[in-house]
């Protein structure tokens, strides 16, 4: 899988997530913004479906991923959360739900706020880069990359209890 970004959950406190996301690929494009109003949904099911399914590739390089707690944690999490059933049906590429659960965005998230991008011009676009860039020449530490900082609240606290601090996963998706 080519990884383009790169998503952090750094705190998770009442309703609220803060975390970064990281554009850790030149041909990612773009970062999200403040009107990309389904990263939150967006962050919340990726995470819970990486919990279900042991879908965490952890370990110390820039792409791997990072889970602190056992894979048996995790998925006992994800078997119990309060939105499991509206995840299942998104993930479900046959189910056909009466009620679309990217359509109950507001009911779901009550604020979303994101940073402007940091690290900019990126370290990729300095002058003469690619002409003599190998792999030894991207930096092994994220705060290197381009990232926002992004902030959102659920509705409910039980919504996003599944997003842990110290967590992150690398991605090569990103729906705008």
Known sequence: MTVL?????DENADATVRGRFHMIN????????EDDDLL?????????QRMKHGSFFVGDGLGHDSLPMTFEQAAAIADGH???DAFEKELDDEAEPDEYFFDRIDEIIESFEVSEMLNTPAFWEASGF???ATDEDFPEDIDAYPYIDFTFTACDARYVAHLT????WATAQYCD
């Open 130 to 132: 690619w002409e003599a």
């Open 5 to 9: 970004y790169r998503i952090s959950i």
């Open 40 to 48: 939150p949904l967006e962050i919340m099911i990726d995470a819970w």
């Open 82 to 84: 309060v939105l499991r």
């Open 165 to 168: 601090p110290g967590t992150h």
């Open 26 to 33: 030149p041909d990612a494009g773009i970062l999200p913004e």
